[in-house]
T-cell receptor
Framework: EAGVAQSPRYKIIEKRQSVAFWCNPI?????LYWYQQILGQGPKLLIQ????????DSQLPKDRFSAERLKGVDSTLKIQPAKLEDSAVYLC??????????FGPGTRLTVT | AQSVSQHNHHVILSEAASLELGCNYS??????LFWYVQYPGQHLQLLLK??????LVKGIKGFEAEFIKSKFSFNLRKPSVQWSDTAEYFC????????????FGKGTTLSVSS
């Protein structure tokens, strides 16, 4: 079974630029999560989708972050404009059973 | 609000030493508990999980964890560590409702010297 795919793996941008990350979950997984992991901290949920509907986006900075999951499969997370404090690893995870989540390799974003 | 505390930021052990990593959580309801591991250059992987039943759970690679409800703890243990156990370990919790997101601790870096 293929795992969760993410791209790009690394991205360096200047502050105020925009960036987008892509995630392809495990086939058949209805639930998709985006987490932000700042250096030295554990992952923190940004947004959770069930199929193509948003379940929880309470911690998503909506003035600059947006996410969508068209057709209930792939998802994109966008930051516009980026700030220095957005430097982090962005993790995508998916699940089919209620409590087990499978993580992708992450996208490491550096904002200069 | 739910939170997870991991007591040790960095643990350094020699091979064959015993390991115990502390994890405490704050949540008033029924929870599910997890330990994830991230080996250098790899993505987060599930080490073990507790949903209900026997509070002593066994995971992969000889790891185990004990859920002590009265202490809100879920400590990770391994009797004899190997160099290949060098990794970052994360404790996580979610509410016992289908599909809820995980709340992670800050992680513990384990360095094992051969």
């Amino acid at each position: 079974e293929a795992g969760v795919a993410q791209s790009p793996r690394y991205k360096i941008i200047e502050k105020r630029q925009s960036v987008a990350f892509w995630c392809n979950p495990i086939s058949g997984h209805a639930t998709l999560y985006w987490y932000q992991q700042i250096l030295g901290q554990g992952p923190k949920l940004l947004i959770q989708f069930q199929n193509n509907g948003v379940v929880d986006d309470s911690q998503l900075p909506k003035d600059r972050f947006s996410a969508e999951r068209l057709k209930g499969v792939d998802s994109t997370l966008k930051i516009q404009p980026a700030k220095l404090e957005d430097s982090a690893v962005y993790l995508c995870a998916s699940s089919s059973r209620p409590y087990e989540q499978y993580f992708g390799p992450g996208t490491r974003l550096t904002v200069t | 609000a739910q939170s997870v505390s991991q007591h040790n930021h960095h643990v350094i052990l020699s091979e064959a030493a015993s390991l115990e990593l502390g994890c405490n959580y704050s949540y008033g309801g029924t929870v599910n508990l997890f330990w994830y591991v991230q080996y250098p250059g790899q993505h987060l992987q599930l080490l073990l999980k507790y949903f209900s039943g026997d509070p002593l759970v066994k995971g992969i690679k000889g790891f185990e964890a004990e859920f002590i409800k009265s202490k809100f703890s879920f400590n990770l243990r391994k009797p004899s560590v190997q160099w290949s156990d060098t990794a970052e370990y994360f404790c996580a919790v979610n509410a016992n409702q289908a599909g809820t997101a995980l709340i992670f601790g800050k992680g513990t870096t384990l360095s094992v010297s051969s």
